[in-house]
């Protein structure tokens, strides 16, 4: 959860073992430090969140300037239904977390909780179920960070999402804290 408060009164549920995907329909798994994982479909997305929509430009290395319009719901508001396991009234736990995206070609990107979260760099991250009108409920939904100029982080055909934190790197001994830090 972005910030202590009412919960919003769309949540995720997670579907019961068994339960059929249509044909073409991709389901990706949203897993890690979180007290309800989830297994959803673009439909899944669609019909759970409100969606939002985002006109982009971006640049692609291949192919010059990009310009698309996704809908989907905030990559947040997914998470919290979720039930990420930080204290949301502490803005420094919640400041500890990452979330791995993972895409069907094997791409994937790192975005941290604190740019996605309201306190912070509230950004509107989506999950996208369109693309420039066409729903992506065969190819899979994409992840979109409208803010970036470069397209590397626009995962398409997602397979995963990982939400937690990472062990911190253990300094030698003469950098501890306290004793030389800045000597990198």
Request: aromatic share 6%.
């Amino acid at each position: 959860m972005s910030r202590p408060g009412p919960r919003s009164p769309t949540t995720a549920v997670r579907p019961a073992p068994g339960d059929a995907v249509p044909a073409g329909h991709r389901r990706f798994l949203i897993r890690g430090q979180l007290r309800r994982p989830l297994a959803l479909t673009v439909a899944d997305l669609r019909e759970r969140w409100p969606q939002r929509r985002a006109a982009v430009v971006f640049d692609c290395a291949t192919n010059g300037p990009r310009h698309h319009t996704f809908e989907g719901p905030l990559l947040r508001e997914v998470i919290d239904a979720a039930g990420p396991a930080f204290d949301a009234r502490r803005r420094k736990d919640r400041s500890r977390y990452l979330l791995a995206v993972t895409g069907g070609d094997g791409h994937h990107a790192v975005l941290s909780w604190a740019e996605l979260d309201a306190d912070f760099g509230d950004a509107p991250v989506l999950l996208a179920t369109a693309m420039d009108g066409c729903a992506l409920d065969e190819a899979g939904s994409q992840l979109v960070v409208p803010s970036d100029r470069c397209g590397a982080r626009y995962i398409s055909a997602l397979t995963g999402i990982w939400f937690g934190t990472c062990a911190l790197p253990e300094l030698p001994h003469d950098l501890s804290p306290g004793r030389g830090v800045g000597r990198f």
